[in-house]
């Protein structure tokens, strides 16, 4: 009911939502409570063309109506900001991770609805593989009167980042990043050690030979 002594931990909240602390209430990426600004995902308008090219000059001017869409691009979706009542209503569930408000190196998660029998209902849901598969992003909502409980995931709030990087990720980073430079480098290094190794053993090979 109450956040513990130590907050140098990672945090779970299973809990109603008027009953989880007002500093982590607020600080999760969507308003769970009371009508105000909320982020939603909005997709870009498709691109789209005409199956008939028209090469007329008058084409040049006057672009024909497109009727082919042709490409959705679903990774540049942006987040617009609305002003509505809460979505989070009775009859739902949320998962919810986000950034520690109290400290920037812990992480929250919350599972949370507005009632008891909710309540129940969201933690017996969170063993259907369905509802398992579906958690993506670091929001959820769990539909408790469907009978499939479908579950509809989001990206809401801001990336963060927790720890220190190591050596390993580091260089995953720049391999996924940058591929072209990164082979290159490779391929530098790997003909620098065999011209090492070749110069080590024509020394070798001629020391050999002189009798030193």
Same mark, same amino acid.
């Given at each position: 009911?109450?956040?513990? *002594?130590?907050?140098?931990?990672?945090?779970? @909240?299973? %809990? !109603?939502?008027?009953?989880?602390? %007002?500093?982590?209430?607020? *600080? *999760?990426? /969507?308003?769970?409570?009371?009508?105000?600004? /909320?982020?939603?995902?909005?997709?870009?308008?498709?691109?789209?063309?005409?199956?008939?090219?028209?090469?007329?000059?008058? %084409?040049?001017?006057?672009?024909?109506? !497109?009727?082919?869409?042709? !490409? #959705?691009?679903?990774?540049?979706?942006?987040? #617009?900001?609305?002003? *509505?009542?809460?979505? @989070?209503i009775q009859g739902r569930g949320a998962c919810i991770e986000f950034q520690n408000p109290k400290d920037k190196n812990r992480s929250v998660f919350m599972l949370t609805a507005q009632n008891q029998e909710d309540m129940a209902k969201t933690g017996q849901a969170l063993w259907d593989p369905r509802v398992q598969a579906s958690l993506r992003g670091d929001t959820a909502f769990i539909n408790l009167t469907d009978p499939e409980l479908d579950t509809r995931s989001f990206r809401l709030g801001d990336n963060y980042y927790l720890g220190k990087v190591s050596p390993i990720p580091f260089m995953d980073y720049y391999a996924n990043t940058y591929p072209v430079w990164f082979i290159g480098v490779i391929v530098v290094l790997c003909f620098s050690l065999a011209m090492l190794l070749y110069m080590l053993l024509r020394a070798r090979n001629k020391r050999r030979l002189t009798g030193d």
């Open positions: 009911m109450d956040t513990p *002594a130590s907050e140098d931990k990672d945090l779970i @909240f299973v %809990s !109603q939502t008027d009953t989880i602390p %007002s500093s982590f209430r607020e *600080a *999760a990426p /969507i308003n769970l409570t009371t009508p105000g600004p /909320i982020k939603m995902p909005h997709l870009g308008r498709p691109k789209g063309n005409c199956e008939n090219e028209n090469n007329s000059l008058l %084409s040049k001017f006057f672009h024909p109506r !497109q009727n082919k869409i042709t !490409q #959705v691009d679903i990774e540049e979706s942006k987040l #617009v900001i609305l002003r *509505a009542d809460p979505v @989070f």
